[in-house]
């Protein structure tokens, strides 16, 4: 007995249908599945973006309102010695306008201050550079302190040019 033709095609057609639906069964769940998962991964990576924007939006160096750069002016005046300070600063937006508050209110106190240019190299953070006991460079770091709430370490210098040195905050 034979099996006819349209029967045979029949057959394989629903053959070939339910592997067909078997393997898009089996798609469907992995992608079900994996992008779950996944995610679940990118929205870790999304809040971990976040929280370090977050974190570069807060960590910047303040502005020094008129009022400070006036108080810290004050402060320094009357400090003896001979007054020059070159501050280095990073190629940041924050640092730069931070450093030009520091100048005017120094400037201000009868300082001589250069400005160099912006630097790569510069640690994190804040330095003053003075010999070890430089009263200017003391007197400087407590005005900041007082003034602005800014920590400044002092750090031992080889010459009597105090260096302020305004790395990116972090």
Not at 21 to 28: H, I, P, T, Y
Not at 39 to 60: F, G, I, M, Y
Not at 104 to 120: K, M
Request: charged share 25%; hydrophobic share 45%; glycine share 6%.
């Amino acid at each position: 007995m034979s099996v006819p033709r349209a029967l045979i095609l029949a057959i394989a057609a629903g053959v070939g249908t339910y592997f067909i639906l078997m393997a898009g069964e089996f798609a469907f769940r992995a992608l079900v599945s994996f992008p779950a998962k996944m995610w679940a991964e990118t929205q870790e990576t999304v809040r971990s973006l976040k929280a370090d924007l977050q974190k570069l939006a807060t960590d910047k160096w303040p502005r020094l309102s008129f009022e400070q750069r006036q108080e810290i002016s004050r402060l320094l005046r009357d400090v003896p010695g001979y007054f020059e300070i070159w501050i280095h600063f990073a190629d940041t937006a924050d640092c730069k306008t931070f450093a030009a508050d520091m100048r005017e209110s120094l400037t201000n106190a009868g300082w001589q201050v250069p400005f160099s240019r912006p630097r790569e190299d510069l640690p994190s953070g804040m330095f003053i550079q003075a010999r070890k006991g430089e009263k200017r460079a003391e007197a400087f770091q407590a005005a900041l302190k007082a003034i602005a709430n800014v920590d400044a370490r002092i750090e031992e210098g080889p010459d009597a040019t105090i260096h302020v040195a305004i790395g990116v905050r972090v």
